[in-house]
Structures are given as C-alpha cells and as structure tokens.
C-alpha cells in the first residue's frame, strides 16, 4: 500500500512539473504566433522613424486652444490647474504620419 502511494505521488509530481513545462512551451509558441504576422522592421528604419516623429513633434506648434482644462482655488486660496486634456490628437497624428511618409517611398495606387 505504502509502496502505491509513493508510486502515485511521483506520478502526480511528475505530471505537474511536465504541466509546468507545457504552459512554458504554450505561452512560448503564443509569443511567436503574435509575432509571425508582424512585419519585419530594420534598426535603420526604426531610426529613420524615430527621428521622424521627434522631429514632427519639436516642429509643432501648440497652443491654448488645443487643450481643455479646468481651475480650482485649493485651501490657500491659489489658483491650480486640476485637468488638463489635449484635443488636437488628429492634426498631430497627421503631422507626425506626414513626416515619417517624407522618408520612405511608397508605392503609387493603380
């Protein structure tokens, strides 16, 4: 009996820990899967995209209208900005898109 018993928990240990190594190898095969459709980027164009964006954004010009935000008065009668809220997201996705599409080519629609 106590011989069975042994024998049953080393079976039990010795599925669990193979459970352990078959979740490792899945979340393993789903990073992959993830990355299988991704397209493939060099370091150079990661640069050239970089510099692209931060150069769109050091260019752009914002001011007051492009944010909503409100005051407070808080207990020492000073005046703080409690929100803050930047509306103008489309032109500068457009700006920093513009400026990354000035470095590459891209293909011309038929």
Do not use: W
Request: proline share 2%; hydrophobic share 35%; net charge negative.
């Amino acid at each position: 009996m106590s011989e069975n018993k042994e024998l049953l928990e080393a079976t039990v240990k010795g599925l669990q820990e193979k459970i352990v190594s078959l979740q490792h190898d899945l979340r393993e095969k789903e990073k992959d899967l993830e990355e299988v459709n991704k397209p493939e980027i060099s370091a150079e164009q990661m640069d050239i995209i970089n510099d692209a964006v931060n150069a769109a954004l050091e260019d752009y010009q914002f001011d007051c209208g492009m944010f909503n935000y409100e005051f407070n008065l808080d207990y020492d009668n000073k005046l703080e900005l409690s929100e803050l809220t930047f509306t103008d997201s489309y032109d500068i996705s457009e700006a920093i898109m513009m400026n990354i599409t000035k470095q590459f080519k891209t293909p011309k629609d038929d």
